[in-house]
DNA sequence: CGATGGTATGACAGAATTGTGACAGTAGTA
DNA sequence: TACTACTGTCACAATTCTGTCATACCATCG
């Protein structure tokens, strides 16, 4: 969910007003002030989407989309092109040299926000929006929904991504660090045992459907999730 | 997706040209020589976006261009002009006419074809006229009409488009921000609470014809509608 | 059998999310 | 101009979700 956002601009006040806007948004923001700059963080690692200036000093903010454009690697990264000029040109060459959308400055941080979040969610089709079946189980992540043996189940949204991920992950014992990870994500900061009650209210919910049993303890080890 | 893009354009040359690059990227075409005659199409059908030439025989392309911002029905579409000159004053008029772009002859139809993706792209998605039946439900969007168990009921122009989306894509959860980009229009900048507002809204106007419930909140996701 | 360490469960307060009514600005219309 | 309808935003209320405890429960081992 946290997307890094690459923001190649060579100003450091408006630098620092768009590191500050997309961390309020929940993004993380890598700062470059140059092309060479940028494109060195990229071969280091590749971020989510790239927030270009289009004047920079040395070779051109075009140009940089031009060459990530040309690279296997960096072909499919969204880029966002920011420009001082308001001349019609300038835009559609931003486009035509690769950016997905443009913003002319002076821009409202509203609007910057909404456009990454649009860029980002175009991008990235929901990985796993596939439904997943596990026995008397299915689960559909496009319509949050639970089927168990015809019957709805209502689940809160942690419970939720619990089932998704045994689902995608039977058959295997997971230590409660390890579902913490996984489904809480790798930073937040929870007591262990936090997990064992969310098991509780996950095995409750499916309690009415007669499908006890689905997730078994594994004393000293973590859970299990078993289709059988 | 495809898109009706009206060329007005009375050069048969180029009318044939603009019409071959813009089927070629996917759209369809049609054409216009002259002010009048695109006037009476618009008044059968509205298309997507309008190519219009700055030069026409009889009343120019400015003064359509006039004629189509004054028109309620009209207003929203967009405009691409068209021009040999490269005159500063023309594009003054030309913008201040109401068009959303600006293009001189001679032109690459790369170019051209950048714009009308740009402005397409921005535009928000038109609904077709057909009606739509889901459960007890009949929305027609060309009588702009909602019929609830056979009582009429009274929408707002958003909380109309809001349920036409929700019929035409039932049983998945939608987020604010995924909504926002499909009702209205990714080009918009509003709060994402706003959509709570008129999801309340729409539920209030469905309520007295007991058709609550069919619009479910999906805590932490949004919303999803379903015909039970 | 009792001790020990790991788990299950119920309760709860704070956090997070959503519902709701009000309000002001805007645009269209008579 | 006054009036009406519609929007987007806000503040506050209502609701649901979460993480953490304390306590009860259970298996295993000495």
């Known amino acids: 969910m946290t997307a890094n956002i690459l923001v190649v601009e060579d100003e ?73 000029r308001t001349d019609e040109r300038d835009k559609i060459l931003g486009l035509e040299s690769g950016a997905d959308d443009y913003i002319t400055k002076p821009f409202s941080p509203r609007e910057l926000m909404a456009r990454i979040r649009a860029v980002l969610r175009r991008r990235a089709p929901q990985m796993s929006d596939e439904t997943v079946t596990a026995g008397e189980l299915e689960l559909s992540p496009a319509m949050h929904r639970v089927n168990a043996n015809g019957t709805m189940i209502d689940l809160g949204p942690t419970e939720f991504r619990l089932l998704h991920f045994f689902m995608t992950h039977p058959e ?38 007669n499908l006890d049993g689905l997730i078994q303890t594994v004393r000293g080890s973590g859970y299990r999730f078993s289709c059988n």
């Open 12 to 84: 450091p006040a408006i630098q620092e007003l768009l590191a500050f806007n997309i961390a309020q948004c929940g993004y993380r923001a890598i700062a470059a002030y140059d092309a060479d700059n940028a494109w060195t963080y990229i071969n280091h690692a590749l971020p989510d989407l790239i927030l270009l200036d289009w004047m920079l000093p040395g070779s051109s903010g075009v140009e940089l989309a031009r060459r990530l454009r040309a690279d296997q690697r960096t072909r499919n990264i969204p880029i966002i092109m920011l420009t001082a």
């Open 172 to 209: 295997r014992v997971y230590s409660r660090s390890q579902l913490l990870d996984q489904v809480w994500g790798d930073h937040v900061f929870v007591e262990e045992r936090t997990v064992d009650v969310h098991i509780r209210r996950l095995r409750q919910a499916l309690e009415p459907s």
